[in-house]
T-cell receptor, first 112, second 113 residues
Framework: DAGITQSPRHKVTETGTPVTLRCHQT?????MYWYRQDPGHGLRLIHY???????DKGEVSDGYSVSRSKTEDFLLTLESATSSQTSVYFC???????????FGPGTRLTVL | AQSVTQLGSHVSVSEGALVLLRCNYS??????LFWYVQYPNQGLQLLLK??????LVKGINGFEAEFKKSETSFHLTKPSAHMSDAAEYFC???????????FGAGTTVTVRA
């Protein structure tokens, strides 16, 4: 299994509070991604990174920000959580353009 | 831009029967195609992928898929379903010069004893 961990694995928070999710990899892969998974929508890309300090928006980036200060860590921040951000969040990594992505175990976030 | 349509959000099969999951893609450049499986409360695991070369691709757990350019399809099959195949399956597409994946909405497979 690819060395990808996500923390926390479960979180319950209240509307309006900031939340940070962490993705850590031990594979030294260049590309890292954050997705959210919701029933009927599959996985939708939130943000991605193509190198340290190099990030860009995905298709559902509103309300989210990311940072990557080291190759191994990719942080996803919800500045002010809303109930619509209740979801399961997955981190993924890949080494090359066009290559398969390897997924972390996911973080289940509930915003009350 | 690439996109994927998975036909059928739920598929129910009997144990030992053929599993067929349908995936059609749209891509402006030659696509790379993937099938992932997700077991309950787990992350996604790669079943198989097509990049170039042979259009019939074999993956793990007895699954295979065939790339048909003329039909823009990449359907997933398994000749004989097992109870352990109950899971959600996702088709995804990317381009050779891109590192982002576009996923379908997923198909949930249930296997009847």
């Amino acid at each position: 299994d690819a060395g990808i961990t996500q923390s926390p694995r479960h979180k319950v928070t209240e509307t309006g509070t900031p939340v940070t999710l962490r993705c850590h990899q031990t594979e030294n892969h260049r590309y890292m991604y954050w997705y959210r998974q919701d029933p009927g929508h599959g996985l939708r890309l939130i943000h991605y990174s193509y190198g340290v300090k190099d990030t860009d928006k995905g298709e559902v980036s509103d309300g989210y920000s990311v940072s990557r200060s080291k190759t191994e860590d990719f942080l996803l921040t919800l500045e002010s959580a809303t109930s619509s951000q209740t979801s399961v969040y997955f981190c993924a990594i890949s080494g090359l353009a066009g290559d398969e992505q390897f997924f972390g175990p996911g973080t289940r976030l509930t915003v009350l | 831009a690439q996109s994927v349509t998975q036909l059928g959000s739920h598929v129910s099969v009997s144990e030992g029967a053929l599993v067929l999951l349908r995936c059609n893609y749209s891509s402006s450049v030659p696509p790379y195609l993937f099938w992932y499986v997700q077991y309950p409360n787990q992350g996604l695991q790669l079943l198989l992928k097509y990049t170039t070369g042979a259009t019939l691709v074999k993956g793990i757990n007895g699954f295979e898929a065939e790339f048909k350019k003329s039909e823009t399809s990449f359907h997933l099959t398994k000749p004989s379903a097992h109870m352990s195949d109950a899971a959600e399956y996702f088709c995804a597409v990317s381009a050779s010069n891109d590192y982002k994946l576009s996923f379908g909405a997923g198909t949930t497979v249930t296997v009847r004893a």
